[in-house]
């Protein structure tokens, strides 16, 4: 299934991708930064789970509307008697789950042993305080703000510093750093390519930082899938020709697919913004820190 896919896909993200050059890669910054979007619109993985005591109650025109966007305003369940000011910003985010069924054997356990995935809905100001209730404009919207959404104090994200990919090396050694696997993804798309953001199961507690950059790759003949293979399709295949003997993926060299930088860290897992591809990213890929 993962070759059909490929194949359907694979003209989608020719446009996103640039042929890789066979050089060693270069690690000098281009001196941009990641978008803002990106920093702040990506989620993130958190065990433990975040406090949940500040939320979103309701909004203006709650009547008919279900969400609230950039420019309107909404309530939240603190106010002055709990010290709320105005001027004060908040965090929009809400807890999100994957409902669809298994990728790969084991992604949802590998997901839960991760933490708690949190979507990113967006950022507010407080313009209003009563008592108990204060009410915040929308500022920055990753989407919609809708009643229940937690409210956490905002808390500046580093814009880790981008760098020049245009030497890719898509034979790199293998690094000796961490491993991890591809576990989920933005929106969970079990397909990723350049400007897709990855939530791999390698965090803080084996070295991972923010700014750090992680390469994807795989072997070839892996059958962790849960769609059916063709089992031992990396040295043969009936009526296409076979090779002189058994090779299992541990023979054959692995394939590197492309590279992210990682945006947010927990203990745990990380968020990775993918900047490369020259095939398309699955869930259950594999990544090392560079």
């Known amino acids: 299934m993962r070759a059909n896919l490929a194949a359907l896909c694979l003209s989608i993200f020719a446009g996103a991708t640039v042929v890789s050059a066979q050089t060693a890669p270069q690690s000098a910054s281009t001196g941009r930064s990641v978008d803002y979007s990106y920093v702040y619109c990506s989620g993130f993985v958190s065990d433990p789970k975040i406090p949940d005591d500040v939320r979103v109650i309701s909004g203006e ?24 000011k105005v001027g004060d910003r908040f965090v929009i985010v809400r807890p999100d789950q994957d409902e669809a069924n298994e990728w790969f054997y084991g992604q ?4 839960k042993s991760m933490g708690t995935v949190y979507k990113d809905a967006g950022q507010v100001r407080v313009v209003n305080v009563q008592p108990k209730v204060a009410i915040a404009k929308v500022e920055f919207s990753c989407g ?12 500046e994200r580093p ?19 961490p491993v991890g696997t591809i576990i989920s993804s933005r929106e969970y798309p079990q397909l990723m390519g350049r400007g897709d953001t990855m939530y791999v199961n390698v965090g803080a507690e084996k070295g991972v930082k923010v700014g750090d950059y992680m390469r994807v790759f795989r072997y070839e003949g892996t059958r962790h899938e849960v769609t059916t293979e063709v089992r031992g399709y990396q040295y043969k295949l009936d009526g296409f020709g076979a090779a002189p003997g058994k090779y299992e993926p541990k023979d054959l060299p692995r394939e590197v697919l492309g590279e992210g930088i ?3 860290v927990t203990r745990n897992a990380a968020t990775v913004l993918i900047t490369y591809n020259n095939l398309p990213l699955y869930t259950g890929d594999f990544v090392e820190i560079e």
Do not use: M
């Open 144 to 155: 919609y703000v809708r009643r229940g959404d937690i409210a956490r104090p905002f808390e």
């Open 108 to 111: 949802k356990k590998l997901e």
């Open 262 to 264: 990682v945006l947010n």
């Open 159 to 177: 814009a880790p510093a981008l760098k020049d990919t245009g030497a890719f090396d898509h034979f790199a050694p293998v690094s000796g750093k």
């Open 61 to 84: 025109q709650s009547n008919y509307k279900i969400t609230w966007d950039d420019g309107e305003y909404i309530y939240i369940n603190r106010g002055g008697e709990k010290g709320v």
